[in-house]
């Protein structure tokens, strides 16, 4: 490409003063827990407080680093746009906010685990009182220390991925190397390999069942699915990113059902912008968690890891959303699917964790004819863009030989389900085309074509729809 | 570079029976520990196995990989090579023994750290009869999980040092970042910040001293001095590595004297090929550890980290030896780099490592006046290489403008002691050149040209008798 003709599009402009207010309000939570009288839960205001500071870093470091990942060769046409060839736009941009994630959880570490502040906290609330020795949280350290590394290893494949463009079968497992830190760690604590059976079953199996080994490949599996589910969603700005928003934000209001709730805890809901949800947290607060120690601090553990998530996707948004100044890469999807595999395995709610996936699993499922070979699979799925009407139309995969009977049947069920759209040849009425097995697509052949924001708007829909239903 | 002319070296032959065979050897160590009688150190037979398995992966997975990294624009001329502009040598293959290096110290995890394993071992030895409950040591694997941690981080870094070619001021810092899992979880153990005073002091101080705050400080400054030490002393053909290899080798020797040795328990120094110091061994044995079990766990934690180390750098050392066929850039001496300092604060020898850096320590100080701007510094110190007599010259660095009186002094001073050559102008006698002020030219200043294999070997050479003096 000659350089005479590189443009770049500007950063998105950010209101400096606004967002420069917010730091001494993230610098009033962390500091929160040291100050008398001390809260219930010291460690959840600094969580809010380094998830701000998380928020505004990803705003500020993304536009400023995106020179940088140009030059380094790390940058793409955006493929629905009218000026794909001419202007490279910044990939693999998630790195950046999985290194803000990942560094803030690490300087988070003293103030969960810490001795000296938590020594400090039980002196001065009245809840431990007479109680002389406080145990310390090994446990809950060497399974955060765990997690940590999972979640620095999907950042690192990510990014190799990226960088060497791994194939996509070669890709499918790697979310389970991540996970291997998980499981050594859960085998060497002797972890719970047993598992709540679902109410409709528990007349047959009791209300617990020892899975054993099968338990460490259920995690395993967890972990491969999540990362992929949303890889394979991907391909309009900002569909990856607003996919694990809004599953960070379900996951953070389930977990807000379990805390203990005195009546001036509700603060923290309000930062996140759901007036709506308070009165929820507020009514169901110590119903769900039954007292349960062990519980709320579960629930907690996900609350430290999704608050940061959610605030790094919230700021890779602003850079990502249409028209996308910035990419994410596979090195996001890697980073929030782990994270969300993490949560699940180690808060122990992972049932409730895939009801957070409903689009992503019916994508999957829909997708599975293409993916495993039955109906052939273009290298990319994204809907096709006309430059013209600047709008999205399905895109199509050729079947260029003649289909099997499998394939046919299969085409012929999701036709009638509209699933697809087929094009059939005029005279023989044999398949020649079918609109690609994606969400992106299906929505484009139910609602007709779209922009791509408005398709993006579409996608938030149905998952929050999704969360809602959970 | 056109592509007709581009060739690549063929990778250097393996002789496979003899490797093959050493599978079932890895297997047998890693199996030891779960077969009777259990053997006093069950994980340390694992880990020798893992160690012996590492060196066959890199030895194999190197080479293998070497394309794609080419591909994905990761590669560079071989500097001192007649052909250094035809034949691209693929870099960053550090990144290949880091990332075996790491999966196998987390796969290490279950051995070191698994409760079935220990009680199973504790059941079958007559170490512990009449314990009943073994305390799990949860201490000891949050320090391996934030060690692992810290690692993962430094090879990540390296990895990016490497893509995005970060600049010389700003590499600096990195190893501090690498080095806050460390920090905090040492931190958020209530870690013991005391340090044994050094016997001349004693008298003055006391046996301990208890550092605070410093002690941190102090850790991370151990973690930027061990990598940068060894990033610094780069260049040609193999330097990196086998600096790293032998401060390893030195490490596991010091190690192995704290052991509690049993009659039988001398196999393992076999393995690294040093008849000479299984005598020394044996006879030190009993007396260095005075019976402190916490100061045999230290030194076993050491070798859990430095063995797989040596194994994955012999491994590479095979194909980086001259004439290179791989070149390990930043990754390789971030990674060993950050494994010395791990092993260094957390098995609480540092001092005794820092004698094993005398090399370096040597061509720091001598680069100090290049390094803060006394002296130019130009971007390449390597040394010059002649085409003609395949020998390598001290390279120099051009005095263009008028020299300070105080880099007059230096140089002159550093000439008498014979650290540098200094060419001067024949009429004014003022100072036009010196060679470049690293141990590398130093060695060529005084011994005079020779082959980069040569030199390599004296380089080798300097940093055994170092750490024979220490």
């Known amino acids: 490409m000659p350089s005479q003709k590189m443009h770049s599009l500007p950063p998105r402009p950010l209101p400096r003063i606004l967002l420069l207010g917010l730091v001494p309000v993230a610098a009033w939570f962390v500091v929160r827990p040291l100050l008398d009288p001390v809260p219930a839960l010291p460690a959840l205001y600094t969580s809010v407080g380094f998830s701000i500071f998380a928020f505004l870093s990803t705003l500020y470091l ?18 629905l746009k009218p000026y794909r060839h001419e202007i490279p736009i910044p990939e693999s941009q998630g790195l950046v906010c999985a290194s803000i994630y990942i560094l803030l959880l690490m300087l988070f570490i003293p103030f969960a685990f810490s001795n000296f502040i938590m020594n400090f906290a039980s002196e001065n609330t009245s809840y431990s009182e007479g109680i002389s020795v406080v145990q310390f949280p090994h446990y809950q350290l060497s399974v955060y220390l765990s997690s940590l590394l999972s979640l620095l290893i999907a950042t690192m494949l990510g990014f190799l991925d990226d960088v060497f463009d791994i194939r996509w079968r070669h890709k499918l497992p790697i979310p389970i190397i991540a996970s291997i830190p998980l499981l050594m760690v859960y085998y060497a604590e002797r972890g719970n390999t047993h598992v709540v059976v679902p109410l409709p079953l528990r007349s047959i199996l009791g209300t617990l069942v020892n899975l054993g080994p099968l338990y460490y490949l259920y995690m395993s599996l967890l972990s491969t699915f999540a990362t992929n589910s949303i890889n394979i969603l991907a391909g309009i700005n900002g569909s990856e990113v607003s996919q694990a928003l809004i599953i960070a934000v379900s996951v953070i209001l389930n977990d807000l059902l379990y805390l203990p709730w005195p009546m001036d805890f509700r603060i923290p809901l309000h930062l996140l912008g759901n007036k709506a949800e308070v009165e929820f947290g507020g009514v169901w607060s110590a119903g769900m968690a039954y007292g349960s120690r062990e519980l709320v601090e579960r629930h907690l553990f996900s609350l430290y890891f999704m ?25 996001l999807c890697y980073v929030t699917g782990m994270a969300f595999a993490v949560v699940g395995i180690q808060a122990h709610f992972s049932k409730t964790l895939l009801l957070f996936f409903i689009p992503q699993i019916f994508n999957f499922i829909i997708s599975c004819p293409q993916l495993f070979g039955l109906v052939p699979c273009p290298r990319h799925r994204v809907p096709r863009y006309d430059a013209d009407t600047n709008l999205l139309y399905p895109s199509t995969a050729e079947l260029v030989k003649e289909p099997s009977k499998i394939t046919m049947l299969t085409l012929k069920t999701m036709a009638a389900l509209g699933l697809t759209e087929l094009q059939l040849h005029p005279k023989t009425g044999a398949i020649q085309k079918a609109s690609n097995l994606t969400i992106l697509n299906f929505f484009l052949v139910r609602l007709g074509p779209m922009n791509e924001k408005r398709l993006v708007q579409v996608l938030m829909c149905s998952q929050v729809a999704g969360s809602v239903v959970a």
Chains 1, 2 share one sequence.
């Open 307 to 331: 608050m940061p998530l959610v605030a790094v996707c919230l700021g890779f948004l602003y850079h990502n959303w249409y028209p996308a100044r910035a990419f994410p890469g596979d090195t």
């Open 62 to 79: 993304v536009p400023a680093l995106g020179h940088t990942f140009v030059k380094a060769g790390l940058k793409g046409g955006d493929l």
